[in-house]
């Protein structure tokens, strides 16, 4: 394969055995209607089920599969991908189905004048004790860091591979990339995309690490704000 590549796609999985051949299904017509050259980089978060075998069964050259050796988090996940990524355009989505491979190309359309690109889902499919809680995370966030995010938990994300430099690596960053990027100088838009119900196996947040942790890291992000010294500021 090239050294240098269009489009990389990054997929953190923990435990997502029964998601992973939908998943590519989907998302292998789309990258192929692409003009442009591509990878999947699925990054198993240590998974304790089939989930790297269903990866290896993918018979495909621009399919990567790399593998934590004790469970990190979805911060770490994505970490391990972006160093790994050779595409100039990078993307980040669930492995869970929840994300729909179909809105790639306009997210990657909606890059044009941009550092990075949000999805933002109009109508989450969630429990409801998953609504309550993603809603008290978003108003306190919001609240502390005035920094325009709409959609924080949305992972379903294009960037440009520059400005993926110079970050801080914690658990939880995933939910203050966007944040921590304007930070930095880089231009950020938002826009709506479709949001599924999860088809296959459980989520790994709940009411404590959705509360909680998030309350804790958004006054960690605040600091840093106040801190952060930008090679762009005179």
């Not at 492995?95 to 999805?119: H, K, R, T």
């Not at 938990?153 to 990027?181: N, Q, S």
């Given at each position: 394969m090239d050294?240098?590549?269009?489009?990389?796609?990054?997929?953190?999985?923990?435990?997502?055995?029964?998601?992973?051949?939908?998943?590519?299904?989907?998302?292998?017509?789309?990258?192929?209607?692409?003009?442009?050259?591509?990878?999947?980089?699925?990054?198993?978060?240590?998974?304790?089920?089939a989930t790297a075998q269903k990866i290896r069964n993918i018979d495909r050259n621009e399919v990567v599969l790399l593998s934590h050796l004790v469970n990190q988090g979805e911060s770490a996940a994505q970490l391990t991908g972006f160093r790994s990524s050779r595409g100039a355009i990078v993307v980040t989505m669930d492995a869970d189905l929840q994300n729909d491979p179909a809105d790639l190309p306009y997210l990657i359309d909606s890059l044009e004048g941009y550092g990075a690109v949000c999805?933002?889902?109009?109508?989450?499919?969630?429990?409801?004790?998953?609504?309550?809680?993603?809603?008290?995370?978003?108003i306190f966030r919001n609240t502390i860091l005035r920094d325009?995010?709409?959609?924080?938990?949305?992972?379903?994300?294009?960037?440009?591979?520059?400005?993926?430099?110079?970050?801080?690596?914690?658990?939880?960053?995933?939910?203050?990339?966007?944040?921590?990027?304007?930070?930095?100088g880089i231009k950020v838009n938002q826009v709506l995309i479709k949001d599924r119900p999860r088809k296959s196996g459980v989520s790994k947040y709940g009411m404590g690490n959705r509360i909680f942790v998030g309350f804790v890291d958004t006054l960690a992000i605040y600091w840093y704000k106040k801190r952060f010294v930008s090679p762009f500021k005179k």
């Amino acid at each position: 394969m090239d050294s240098n590549l269009g489009i990389s796609v990054i997929i953190p999985c923990f435990n997502e055995e029964d998601n992973i051949s939908s998943l590519w299904d989907e998302l292998y017509p789309v990258l192929e209607s692409l003009d442009t050259t591509w990878e999947v980089i699925f990054v198993d978060d240590c998974s304790s089920d089939a989930t790297a075998q269903k990866i290896r069964n993918i018979d495909r050259n621009e399919v990567v599969l790399l593998s934590h050796l004790v469970n990190q988090g979805e911060s770490a996940a994505q970490l391990t991908g972006f160093r790994s990524s050779r595409g100039a355009i990078v993307v980040t989505m669930d492995a869970d189905l929840q994300n729909d491979p179909a809105d790639l190309p306009y997210l990657i359309d909606s890059l044009e004048g941009y550092g990075a690109v949000c999805g933002i889902r109009p109508s989450r499919a969630d429990s409801l004790s998953k609504k309550i809680s993603t809603k008290i995370a978003n108003i306190f966030r919001n609240t502390i860091l005035r920094d325009g995010i709409k959609d924080a938990g949305c992972t379903y994300r294009v960037f440009r591979k520059e400005v993926l430099v110079d970050l801080v690596p914690f658990r939880g960053m995933h939910r203050f990339l966007p944040t921590i990027l304007q930070f930095h100088g880089i231009k950020v838009n938002q826009v709506l995309i479709k949001d599924r119900p999860r088809k296959s196996g459980v989520s790994k947040y709940g009411m404590g690490n959705r509360i909680f942790v998030g309350f804790v890291d958004t006054l960690a992000i605040y600091w840093y704000k106040k801190r952060f010294v930008s090679p762009f500021k005179k």
